[in-house]
């Protein structure tokens, strides 16, 4: 009895089948609503453009959820473009190939410049892999293929993905969302760990 439904909005990259369907949709009186057909290898500027143009077309009562996206500077862009919910494998699919999210961008800690560092893979995060093991010692764990490495960045990206969002939320409730925004994007860098092929996969 719980069970929500959504429509789904579709439309390409066409602007009016976007309005048309997002409109079609929203005088069905789902329980939610949902951007498809992004995600799906095309560049991140079409991506946002298909959001723009089907978002104003949806109740705002009701949830929207974009899905299969994103990276973390694209979750608070899609925010700011009225999205809820997201569903995205990047956490889990990174932490498979070494790579760990950070404030500061991604990390790939299979790099040797980690081998004898120390710290957490960042600092000041509370997950149990920056809680209780090294960097070094995780990348001693993932060259090794011992499964406990991929473990561990799971769990800290999966909590960095979380924590993000608990911001985000604290920071549209206290009127700064504009201001937070734009600084972690300034701070955000990627490097060798994820292409914009992992970005805007469906898979």
Not at 96 to 106: C, D, I, Q
Not at 108 to 120: D, I, M, R, S, V
Not at 196 to 201: C, K, L, R, V
Request: charge should be negative; hydrophobic fraction near 40%; include cysteine.
């Amino acid at each position: 009895d719980d069970q929500l439904v959504f429509g789904i909005v579709q439309g390409s990259a066409f602007e009016d089948l976007r309005r048309s369907s997002a409109q079609a949709l929203a005088a069905m009186d789902f329980d939610g609503y949902a951007i498809g057909g992004v995600s799906v290898g095309e560049p991140e500027a079409e991506m946002m453009t298909a959001v723009e143009w089907s978002e104003p077309h949806l109740p705002r009562d009701k949830p929207r959820y974009a899905m299969g996206l994103g990276t973390p500077p694209q979750l608070l862009e899609l925010i700011a473009r009225g999205m809820d919910m997201f569903d995205c494998v990047l956490p889990t699919r990174l932490a498979r190939n070494g790579t760990a999210f950070t404030a500061g961008g991604t990390l790939n800690l299979k790099n040797a410049e980690f081998t004898l560092q120390k710290g957490p893979i960042e600092e000041g995060c509370v997950c149990p892999a920056c809680r209780d093991f090294a960097r070094g010692y995780i990348r001693h764990l993932i060259k090794s293929e011992e499964i406990l490495g991929l473990r561990l960045l799971t769990m800290h990206n999966l909590h960095f993905y979380l924590d993000l969002m608990t911001r985000a939320r604290a920071a549209i409730e206290d009127g700064t969302f504009a201001g937070f925004r734009a600084q972690f994007i300034a701070g955000y860098k990627v490097r060798d760990g994820i292409t914009e092929t992992d970005a805007n996969s469906p898979v």
